[in-house]
């Protein structure tokens, strides 16, 4: 019973926590004296205080005082009172007494540190420390005499009945380490009231064993912190108690104790009645009188070995022979067995024999192919009603017949892409259920959508609607308990609600002609991509002007012949799909038109190595007025870009800055009035 803490204790724990350290007293008055007990939650502080003493003063209370200042307190302890030491012990208690043996160990006794961690020492202390206490206060409960050796317990006899007292309690010397409030309690010399019985006891009968049960709280003005449990197995004539000391139910510290007091009792057998009653102990010792008798005994919980249902057999095609086993030696208390059957597995079962004798390992359930499933169980049963059952097994009637095909399926979609499915219940009496199938195309594979086999005639598919295919097709089979299937049901096809625009075309080639432009595109890659609309804008505008008539997407060029001569244009493509959805953008492509040339290009354009030099030469010839040349030069096949501007009436020119490699010229005219002819190529230049 080591760390529980008596009820003066658990008082003690309800005290007023504003001060650091607390000790608690509590008075009970009889006609011709008070008995004082008191306590302390620490310790250390009760060794403190012990060592220092105790002070006890009384004030008696009259009806004409109307302050408590007006009290006159009577000191009743002269010097000042101590437990007693080992000496003091030794000569007033027996060497046989083992309670004060006890008590002397938890007063005097030293504590024994085990642990090597330092950490853990210092709990393992505080452990012990609080254990020794916690069974000081229970010994001072259990014996008066124990409480005044343990310095825990006073009696005032000087008193005089039917009146009041005020008693304090207080150390004899200031413990700095320990400051104290002085403790107080209220008294009136009278017949103390009988105590309450416990009257809420109940049993709970288990395998060999016996858990009793009461309100701790059953009686609000009295609450006890220690109990008996007395035990009769005469038929309740004569009861004894069946623990020395008080049982004391344990609460974690600094929790509330539990509401339901709960105790145990182990048997060595089952079904022998005993009779149970409980007593209270309070902090002075006192006992309750005899509550609630309940009779009770430890009950065979135990159930049989489970029984194993071997492979079944039909007879005369409508009734099934089950056979079972028991593995090892049955057991000696064993009943009988019942058959049961569902139409799932998971049950309820419902009884179709009676109970079967132990010597029964086969049982014929008759007559019963007319119904849809048969999950057989078999129950083992011991004679206290104990029972284990067997793992639930399928008996199938021979059938090769397929159930229909589903009629009536149907289905209806939301703008969210749920797909709801429905279709008309098939009338076979063997059905099972249904199990449905899907595929984005009536050509494939169908998937089955159904992980379990599906008892209803309706199904909701939930469908991604950011893809490029537009319809789903759905099938649905019915199948029966021998898993015969029906025939699929003709694909149904599903629209879904489109919310992908179709891709964007890509304009590959771009051409300027004289007085237009000629724009050529790959149509958008998506199968509902409809008709394709050309955009344009001159560079450097923000807004774009739709051509004039849709293209269909067996178009794939267009010509602009709405240009002014030599402004830039930007161009683009987009597609709609048969929804009215519209595609992003093609890429942007920039063109101007070629007016009608009037202007003459040179002419002999030739270019050629000189390995002297080290250049590449150009020459040309030109019939016109004087004119600027504009040189351009590209290498590998790059496009041509301007490389250098020469004065009019040139016509030659020396490039330096080559290298190994392949070149090639460009040589235009730029005429007075800021005309520009054509450009003018010449032959690949290698330089070696």
Known sequence: MLGVASPLHAQAQDADSAATFTMKLIAQGTPDSVVLRWGFEDYPVWKAAGRAGFVIERAEIRSDQKNPKEFVWQRLTPAALHPFSVVEWKGRYAPQDSLAGAAVQALHGQSVVTSSDPFGSIVELHMQQENLMGFALLLADMRADLADGLGLRYVDRDVQAGKGYMYRLSVAQVLPDFPLDTAVAIAVTRTPEALPAIQSLTAEEGEKQVVLRWDRYEHLERTYGGYFIEESTDGGVNFAPRNDIPFMPVSR???????????SIHLDRNYAPVHYRIRGMTAFGQLSPPGKELLAMGRDKTAPKQPAIQPHEIVDDKSVLLRWEIRGDADPDLDG?????SVSPEGPFDAVSDLLPVTDRSYIDVDVNNLPAHYYVVSAVDTAGNSRMSAPVLALFPDSIPPAIPQGLHASIDSSGVVRLEWTANEEIDLQGYRVFYA????????????????????????????LSEEIYYKVTALDYNFNHSPFTEALMVEKPDIVPPSAPLIHDIESMENGVRISWHRSPTSDAADHII?????GSEEWTRMDSLISPAITSFTDTSVAAGMLYEYAVYAYDDDGLRSPLSNIISARSRAPQRYAAPDNVVGTWNADSGRVQLTWSFEGPPCRFIVYRTDSNAPARMYHSLDSGVLAYEDAQVSSGTYKYALKAIYPDGGESALKYTPTVTVP
Do not use: C, M, W
Not at 535 to 539: F, T
């Open 337 to 341: 067995f019942l058959i049961a059957k």
């Open 440 to 467: 984005n195309d009536p050509t494939h594979e169908f998937q089955q959508l159904t992980r379990q086999i599906s008892q209803d005639t309706a199904f909701v598919d939930t469908l991604t609607l950011k893809t």
């Open 253 to 263: 510290d600094g929790e509330d104790p539990v509401p339901t007091v709960q105790y």
């Open 535 to 539: 955009v344009r804008r001159e560079r």
